[in-house]
């Protein structure tokens, strides 16, 4: 059987997720210079929280579910929301951004090798495979071999939380079509209210008082994370997923640094090497070729 062709929609919202997501990590490194992972995590959720529950029922949503939804919000929470955002946010402590790069770029094979077992409508492909392959080189061009160099040794840790954290997103993408709420908005707000709970418990067994020193800059990267990072982009995450599949949200993971790249140009006025340009090709053919054969929907 013949996956189906992308709509023109499903490409939108994976172009709002890869700006969103894909701005996260230099508001990240301005939180951390204030605050520990933990609670700009845990401030990030909250925020992002309240602005959904707000948003929920101005639009006459209601949150009165049965038991077993609101676990399996919790499942999605801790998968999904609380593992990736502090193991990759405690990575950043120890892990170059071009490594990082390198490291998140598992999640599309790693989405790929799970939904093939888990979803009877997503099958790895040749085409799939030699996509992610060219892909995956596109990354490392982008970042340089150089940060190869730094597998290993005493960033070790950081390095495996970083992984850690894009495994966390492909089992997230792989569950989530089993969610039987429907309304996105509704799922929004129930996983991020879960996930701002158990981070909050988090905070209240392990964060000493005196620990939380917030300035200007970490505010503003606090409110510019909930807000753009989190509350906006899982409104569409949940909605990509049930409109087009994990697999294909799965190539966020390749698109987040063609968006550093193009946002550096467009505002910055930066004049990428030559590596960059190549990077770019290489991804976006990697797209297309595992794209090439999907008929369009019925």
């Known amino acids: 059987m ?19 997501w894909g701005s996260a990590f230099a508001m990240i490194e301005v939180g951390l210079q204030a605050l520990s992972p933990l609670i700009l995590v845990t401030g990030r ?6 602005l959904l529950l707000g948003v929920c029922y ?27 955002f502090s193991l990759i946010s405690w990575g950043q402590l120890g892990v170059n951004s071009g490594l990082a790069g390198i490291l998140m770029a598992i999640t599309p094979l790693m ?16 085409l799939d495979l030699l996509g992610f392959l060219i892909g995956f080189a596109g990354i490392v061009v982008l970042v340089g071999p150089d940060a190869l160099g730094d597998l290993g040794g005493a960033g070790l840790i950081f390095q495996l939380a970083v992984i850690g954290g ?18 996105t908005l509704v799922t929004a707000t129930g996983t991020m209210l879960a996930a701002t709970l158990i981070m909050l418990l988090l905070v209240l067994l392990q964060t000493p008082s005196g620990e939380i020193r917030l300035d200007f800059e970490a505010a503003a990267a606090v409110l510019f994370l909930a807000l753009f990072s989190t509350a906006i982009p899982h409104l569409v995450f949940y909605r990509l997923i049930d409109s087009a599949g994990p697999a294909f949200y799965s190539l966020s993971g390749y698109l987040i640094p063609v ?30 070729i595992s794209q090439i054969g999907r008929r369009e929907p019925d």
């Open 259 to 288: 968006w550093a790249v193009v946002a550096g140009v467009v505002f910055l006025q930066e004049r990428p090497d030559w590596n960059a340009y190549g990077a770019l090709a290489l991804i976006l053919s990697g797209i297309a």
């Open 58 to 84: 101005a639009q006459g949503n209601s949150l009165k579910l049965p038991w077993r939804q609101w676990g399996f919000f919790f499942v999605l929470a801790a998968v999904g929301i609380c593992m990736p």
């Open 111 to 126: 989405t790929l090798l799970l939904s093939h077992f888990v979803n009877k409508n997503e099958h790895i492909t040749r």
């Open 166 to 183: 894009a495994v966390c997103y492909a089992v997230n993408g792989v569950i989530t079509p089993f969610n039987q709420v429907k309304n």
């Open 45 to 50: 959720l909250a925020i992002s929280a309240v």
């Open 2 to 20: 013949t996956p189906p062709r992308h709509a023109f929609s499903d490409w939108v919202m994976l172009s709002v997720l890869v700006a969103c």
